[in-house]
């Protein structure tokens, strides 16, 4: 084939997936929350509800897409689609198996840092744009959380990187052939894990959006498909953290032979993905000071022990 | 031959998205736009230095001038709300159209990210070979490293500043909870 | 005592922090074997016990007459007056409601109207299904409301004890009544 269209089509067959499947994601999300609160969660729809989400779609197209008058326009716009935009671009990056990815960059952890980073935006854009109380202290908050978790987002990640010697992410995994990283760097692991649930807003780390005191934080104003951008782009975000756990972590496709690798791939991200789900299902959200007390006095300190000593034992 | 035509267009068109919107920048009444316009110029900064073979600086750029320190302008700007009216005023600046730059600006990057990203032929510029992140690690540890110890005495002083302002004074009610906690 | 601040006291609260967190994690995911409480509702009827507060009805005498006497204490007890009825005598010297009128999208089901109502006219049934798509359906007029049976007291009669003279019966003629007191006479 046609390399042109080869990588073209990989490209949209790996996109379509990907919003695809974090839209399943939210029928997932709900069942199994269904589930370990004894309930089922939604079972209407189509097989065990999975047309929920067809049901969600057609709602939410036909409702009133509103920008509030008060709102700037311009930005209250953009918001929304920058969300989409950076997390979808993030997953151009990963590689799930051996020709199946969209980009081979070489500084491919570096570019994934890089939209996690610029993803903050579209919350605070959209919280600015709303011109809305809630909206505004859920930006604050979004901002300050996000920042301060970068950081050791991206320190914990260092440790991978002196391991395998190399920012790109085919080779990270193709390093980790003789054992997974998750071994060495259980603390990075750790570390990351936490960060990449704080970076895409979720519970216990979701103040940006804690409804019982923000109503719904950055998204108050936002109705209709702009919400829905919001929202499938924070499903998309997990689907992300996920898979980026599953390359820097646990081998990526690497695995025994009776699965293809895709398969391999597919089963450590979603294994992952319930594990999110499940610690979304659990645990209590804490309270604003004591998110950035736990990000700047454990997590820091922590990632750097990590870094100190995993160069240490690289250098001996 | 396509290849390098295509290099040339890609380099040139982000310059021009680099100047325009920092022109944009400058000239914006409303403060959040202006830094709107700040955040589109360093990221297409960001494509020149990628295309220059400069890849880590260019995700440095990204990482930390648009995604931390630019978020702090913002949330600087954030926290002076302007309110109803400063909007009402610049509603009356900035007519509909004012959007329609800013979204061209977009998609020409867009359109140079996704072209930059074609692994099959790599944008890389004729006559000068690309930067790993090994060549920046020596050089700021070889020949350097005395630069990088003066940044990171000012970062630590920086740091100690904040920690000085920062600092909890005790109030005589804490002191009071200490002591009967101490006493108990 | 001595003051708790050391390195290992906060080594101890961070473990402590974690520890329980792991504990809600394995506890909630353990529950992915326990059976759901769900009840599904369209296919599978709740239970629904017998003092159950739905729909309102208006019950008659064992005779077939209408209960109701309309002496507006059920609409004076209502506490969100969805009640609205008018009073009518027949020629036969009984009370009943000329329109008798209930918004059951006001009526949050308190069941003070029963309880006010000195006739057992008024009762709520185990009937809950109300859903209408035209809110102006939801209210309902006498002949929705009345139904042919006496509901939960099927022996009394509110006539045959009133002490009330109708249907040309005089005042203490009804089967559960004494005869009236003659208040100028001493004799016991
Ligand atoms: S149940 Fe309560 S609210 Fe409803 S009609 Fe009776 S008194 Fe009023
Ligand atoms: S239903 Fe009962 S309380 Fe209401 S008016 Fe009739 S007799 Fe009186």
Redesign the pocket.
């Given at each position: 084939m046609d390399p042109l269209v080869n990588s073209l089509l990989n490209v949209v067959l790996i996109l379509l997936c990907v919003v695809f499947g974090a839209a399943l994601l939210t029928w997932l999300e709900r069942r199994l929350l269904g589930i370990w609160q004894d309930r089922y969660g939604p079972n209407r729809v189509g097989p065990f509800g999975t047309l929920q989400i067809v049901a969600d779609m057609i709602k939410l197209l036909m409702k009133q897409d509103w920008v509030p008058p008060f709102a700037d326009r311009l930005v209250f716009i953009v918001a929304p689609a920058f969300a989409m935009f950076v997390v979808v671009a993030a997953f151009a990056v990963i590689p799930m198996a051996p020709g199946v990815g969209i980009v081979d960059l070489n500084i491919g952890l570096l570019f994934f840092l890089a939209m996690t980073s610029l993803g903050v935006y579209a919350v605070m854009f959209g919280a600015y744009a709303s011109d809305n109380k809630y909206a505004m202290l859920g930006g604050l908050r979004a901002a300050a959380q996000m920042v301060s978790y970068e950081v050791f987002m991206g320190l914990s990640l260092m440790g991978v990187v002196m391991l395998a010697g190399t920012f790109n992410l085919r080779e990270l995994v193709l390093a980790q052939v003789d054992g997974w990283f998750i071994g060495p760097q259980i603390i990075g692991f750790f570390i990351f894990f936490m960060a990449g649930i704080a970076e895409s807003h979720r519970t216990p780390f979701d103040l940006p959006e804690a409804e019982h005191e923000l109503t719904a934080g950055f998204h108050t104003e936002y109705s209709g498909m702009k919400f829905a951008m919001f929202f499938i782009g924070e499903y998309v975000s997990v689907l992300m953290s996920a898979a980026m756990i599953t390359v820097l972590f646990f081998g990526g496709w690497l695995g025994p032979h009776w699965l293809p690798p895709l398969a391999w791939f597919l089963l450590k991200t979603i294994t992952l993905v319930l594990l999110m789900i499940l610690i979304r299902g659990s645990l209590p959200r804490p309270r604003y000071d004591q998110l950035m007390a736990f990000g700047w006095k454990f997590m820091l300190p922590l990632s750097l022990l990590n870094l100190v000593i995993t160069g240490a034992l690289i250098l001996i | 031959m396509i290849w390098a035509y295509l290099y040339s267009i890609v380099f040139y068109a982000s310059c021009g998205v680099t100047v325009v919107a920092t022109l944009l920048m400058i000239s914006r009444h409303n403060a959040v736009h202006a830094l709107l316009y700040l955040i589109v110029s360093s990221l297409s900064l960001a494509i020149i230095f990628y295309l220059l073979g400069a890849a880590f600086a260019a995700a440095l750029e990204v990482i930390v001038y648009a995604g931390a320190v630019m978020i702090l302008f913002v949330f600087v700007v954030m926290m002076l709300n302007q309110g109803q009216r400063s909007a009402a005023l610049e509603a009356a600046w900035l007519p509909a159209r004012g959007w329609i730059i800013p979204s061209i600006l977009a998609f020409i990057l867009l359109t140079l990210l996704l072209l930059g990203m074609n692994s099959e032929h790599p944008l890389q510029p004729y006559g000068v070979h690309g930067v790993a992140v090994k060549d920046v690690g020596i050089a700021l540890f070889g020949p350097y490293v005395l630069v990088v110890e003066l940044a990171s005495f000012l970062l630590l002083s920086g740091l100690i500043g904040a920690f000085h302002i920062a600092r909890k004074m005790p109030s005589p009610m804490d002191q009071n909870t200490l002591d009967e906690a101490g006493n108990g | 005592m001595q003051q708790k601040t050391g390195l290992v006291h906060r080594g101890y609260i961070v473990w402590d922090y974690f520890y329980s967190n792991i504990v809600t994690l394995v506890k909630v995911a353990s529950h992915t074997f326990t059976k759901a409480d769900t009840v599904e509702y369209p296919e599978q009827m709740p239970y629904l016990a017998p003092r159950f507060r739905g729909r309102i009805v208006?019950t008659r005498d064992p005779t077939g007459e209408e209960?109701?006497?309309?002496?507006?204490?059920?609409?004076s007890?209502c506490p969100t007056d969805c009640?609205s009825?008018q009073?009518t005598e027949d020629e036969s010297g009984r009370w009943s409601?000329e329109y008798?009128r209930i918004n059951f999208s006001r009526c949050v089901f308190c069941g003070l109207?029963e309880e006010?109502?000195?006739?057992?006219?008024?009762q709520l049934t185990q009937d809950f299904e109300l859903a209408e798509y035209d809110r102006q359906s939801l209210v309902y007029e006498k002949q929705h409301l009345l139904i042919d049976g006496p509901g939960k007291h099927p022996d009394y009669n509110?006539y045959e004890m009133c002490g009330k003279a109708v249907s040309g019966r005089a005042k203490g003629a009804g089967s559960q009544e004494a005869q009236p007191v003659n208040i100028k006479s001493l004799l016991p």
């Open positions: - | - | 208006l209960r109701c006497v309309a002496c507006n204490l059920c609409a007890a009640i009825l009073k409601a008798f109207c006010a109502c000195p006739t057992y006219a008024i509110f």
